[in-house]
């Protein structure tokens, strides 16, 4: 049975919508949720994870700034979660 994409409200027979790509096993939002899933994953995660975004700033910095403005954002963690990570790690060392 296919289900109904959240985002978009297509019918979704996989797990990504194919219409605008979003997974289709959301699950209701809870804390427990976005502490298990998406920030260990948006952190961890060696493709796009804060520590990709801290190798490419530190080997080159101008191309991934460049390529985040030009719109390629799908690889890079958000810049503005990242400077607030920094600045919350930075008093809480
Ligand atoms: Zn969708």
Redesign the pocket.
Same mark, same amino acid.
């Given at each position: 049975m296919a289900k109904q #994409?959240?985002? !978009?409200? =297509?019918s979704?027979d996989s797990n990504f #919508?194919p219409? !605008?790509? =979003?997974n289709a096993a959301i699950q209701r939002f809870s804390l427990k949720q976005f502490i298990l899933n998406d920030l260990v994953n948006s952190l961890l995660n060696i493709d796009k994870g804060f520590f990709y975004t801290i190798k490419e700033l530190m080997s080159r910095p101008g191309h991934s700034i460049r390529e985040y403005i030009e719109g390629k954002r799908v690889n890079h963690f958000n810049y503005l979660t990242f400077v607030i990570l920094i600045i919350t790690i930075g008093h809480i060392v």
């Open positions: #994409c959240l985002n !978009c409200n =297509q979704v #919508c219409h !605008c790509g =979003q």
